[in-house]
């Protein structure tokens, strides 16, 4: 995963219309892992040992767009905890609450095929 | 992930983490920090500056040690944080509670 992204970095540095920072990088690593995270976690039962997943990063002029599939059981969106408080020192649950606030869109669907499909969104900064 | 402890002045430890931090590595990260702090090292400061990668589990690890720590009667500072790292704590508004110290040194000054 952090291999293929860094295959796709070598395509945004040619179509961004300026070089994202290293922190818009690391945002959009940081919501990818988390993701690819949550599949391994959800998708698949515990007792399984192969948790396959296809990523592909698909990079436009204005954004970078990742898609996630897998063949897993359906994400049921209220698995999803409620924020936790930073407060409380919580221990799970962040994950794609980091997701959703390091991207621009984050959307989820479940095909009539039995996939799962993650889309995630980063468009790069205005130009200066 | 690599993992060393070194003892520093005043009886804390120092925990030099290298590799990703995440969901392949947190548990076994957690567990041996844990059993640090239940060695009687209960006063950690974990460097962060060779971590290339942090993610949600990584930082939950990071939050199990310190309730253990702080059970026993210690605490966790953690030093030399990556922009990602910043980035992370930033998004889960961890920040608040664990906020990074610049250098290992800075995070041992008056930590008794």
Known sequence: ?128 | MEMRVEAARGGAAIVRLDGRLDLVTAGEAKQRMVETVEGGQKRLVVDMGSVDFVDSSGLGAIIGVLKAARQAGGDLRIACPTGQLRSILELTMLDRVLRPYETVEEALTGYE
């Open chain 1, 1 to 128: 995963m952090h291999a293929a992204l860094d295959r796709a970095w070598a395509a945004v540095d040619r179509l961004a219309p300026a070089a994202p920072t290293s922190r818009w990088r690391d945002l959009f690593r940081t919501a990818v892992a988390e993701i690819a995270a949550n599949i391994i976690r959800h998708a698949y039962p515990p007792s399984g040992t192969a948790r396959p997943f296809e990523l592909r990063v698909l990079v436009y002029p204005d954004r970078v767009v990742a898609l996630f599939a897998d063949s897993g059981v359906a994400w049921e969106p209220a698995d999803e905890p409620a924020a936790p408080d930073p407060l409380e020192l919580p221990e799970g649950g962040l994950g794609l609450a980091v997701a959703r606030g390091a991207l621009d869109e984050l959307s989820y669907r479940r095909e009539p095929d039995g996939r799962n499909v993650w889309r995630l969104v980063k468009r790069f900064p205005a130009s200066a």
